[in-house]
C-alpha cells in the first residue's frame, strides 16, 4: 500500500508563497486521481486541488488563481504552488487517492501557517 509524505509547510506573510511537495512510497501511475486536502482549525478537511493522471485539474473555488497542482510520476511526487497566502489558508496540509478505493491512511501533513 503506498504511503504519501507531505513537506514544504511553514510560517509565511500575508501575501507570500510556498510549494508544498508530497511524496510517495511507490509508483503513483496507478491512482487515477491525487488531491491534496487542508483542515484548519476547528474544521473538518476539504479537498483543495486534484490532479488527474492525464494532466486535468480542479480546484476549489476559494483556492482558484493562486494555487497550483502538479504531478511528476516519474518521481512520484505531487505538487502545490500556493502564492498570494491568505490568513484563511493556514491548516495542515495533506495528499492522498481522491476516489475512495485509492484512498489510503492519512499521513502527518505539513502544517502552513499564514500570519504577519
Known amino acids: 500500500q503506498v504511503q504519501f509524505v507531505e513537506s514544504g509547510g511553514g510560517l509565511v506573510q500575508p501575501g507570500g508563497s510556498l510549494r508544498l511537495s508530497c511524496t510517495a512510497s511507490?509508483?503513483?501511475?496507478?491512482?487515477?486521481?491525487v488531491g491534496w486536502y487542508r483542515r484548519a482549525p476547528g474544521k473538518q478537511r476539504e479537498l483543495v486541488a486534484g490532479i488527474v493522471d492525464n494532466g486535468n485539474k480542479e480546484y476549489a473555488d476559494s483556492v482558484k488563481g493562486r494555487f497550483t497542482i502538479s504531478r511528476d510520476n516519474a518521481k512520484k511526487t505531487v505538487y502545490l504552488q500556493m502564492n498570494n497566502l491568505t490568513p484563511e489558508d493556514t491548516a495542515v496540509y495533506f495528499c492522498?487517492?481522491?476516489?475512495?478505493?485509492?484512498?489510503?491512511?492519512w499521513g502527518q501533513g505539513t502544517q502552513v501557517t499564514v500570519s504577519s
Open positions: 511507490r509508483s503513483i501511475r496507478s491512482i487515477l486521481i
Open positions: 492522498n487517492g481522491f476516489r475512495p478505493q485509492e484512498q489510503v491512511p
